[in-house]
C-alpha cells in the first residue's frame, strides 16, 4: 500500500499533525530537503549497522539509538514516568535524543510533517513502492479547474494535480475530499497504460 501506513496508521505521523494545527506562521519546505530521509536510510539503517559492530559481531540500530523521536516520545518518556527509579540510568544519549525530538517537534509544528518529509528512514523506504503499491491517486485533468484547493490542504507539499503518483503522497486522501471537481479519486492500481475512468464533475455549489 506504498505510504498509506504514513497517512492512516503511525502515530507520530498523526502527531505531527496535531501540533502543525498550533496557531504559529508556518513555512513550506525546501523541496530538495526531501531526498536527506534517502540518505539517513542508507548510512544510519544500512550502511553504519554493517560497518559498525560490536564485539560480539553485531550491528547497532543507529537511528533508532540517536535520532528517533517517535521512540524518545512514545516509548523512553513514558516509561521514566511510569517507573521513575530509571531516572538513574539516563545518560548523555537519552539528553541528545531529547534535544533531537524537540528540535524535530518545532520543526513539524512550522512546517507540516516535517519529520517525514526530511528526515524518517521507515517513509522513505514505504516511497520506494509508492509507485507498485495496489491502490492510487486517479487525476482526470478534464475535470481539474486549477482552483488551488488540493494544494493547499496536502500535508506533505505535493501538488496533487500535477505529481498525483509523487513518492511523498501519503495516501491521506484530503485533496480528494476537497476537490468539489471530481478531479481526483482513489482507486486500485490501474495496468499501465490502462486510462483512468472519466467521472462527469458536479458543481461545488
Ligand atoms: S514518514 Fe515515518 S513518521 Fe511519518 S508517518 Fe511515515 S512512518 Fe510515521
Ligand atoms: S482541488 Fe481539484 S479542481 Fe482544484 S486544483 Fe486540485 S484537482 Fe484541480
Ligand atoms: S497528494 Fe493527496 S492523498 Fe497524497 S498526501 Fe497529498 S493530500 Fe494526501
Known amino acids: 500500500v506504498g505510504r498509506m501506513t504514513c497517512g492512516w496508521v503511525c502515530p507520530f505521523g498523526f502527531i505531527q499533525d496535531l501540533i502543525h494545527k498550533i496557531p504559529t506562521r508556518k513555512f513550506s519546505l525546501w523541496k530538495p530537503l526531501r531526498w536527506v530521509k534517502y540518505a539517513v536510510l542508507g548510512l544510519m539503517v544500512v550502511i553504519m549497522p554493517v560497518v559498525f559492530v560490536d564485539a560480539s559481531g553485531l550491528g547497532h540500530p543507529w537511528f533508532c539509538k540517536l535520532v528517533c523521536p517517535a521512540g524518545t516520545l512514545e516509548g523512553a518518556i513514558p516509561l521514566l514516568f511510569l517507573k521513575p527509579t530509571l531516572w538513574q540510568t539516563v545518560g548523555l544519549f537519552f539528553w541528545n535524543k531529547l534535544a533531537v525530538l524537540i528540535l524535530i517537534l518545532v520543526g513539524a509544528i512550522l512546517i507540516s510533517r516535517f519529520f517525514c518529509r526530511v528526515l524518517c528512514p521507515l517513509g522513505a523506504f514505504y516511497s520506494l513502492f509508492s509507485r507498485i503499491s495496489l491502490v492510487q491517486l486517479e487525476f482526470v485533468a478534464g475535470n481539474c479547474v ?3 484547493a488540493c494544494v493547499r490542504y496536502c500535508p506533505t ?10 513518492r511523498e503522497c501519503i495516501m491521506c486522501l484530503k485533496c480528494v475530499d476537497v476537490c468539489h471537481f471530481r478531479a481526483l479519486d482513489f482507486s486500485m492500481r490501474r495496468p499501465p497504460g490502462k486510462p483512468a475512468k472519466v467521472k462527469r464533475a ?3 455549489l
Open 157 to 166: 507539499g505535493v501538488v496533487p494535480n500535477q505529481e498525483f503518483d509523487s
Open 202 to 204: 458536479t458543481s461545488p
Open 146 to 148: 486549477e482552483c488551488g
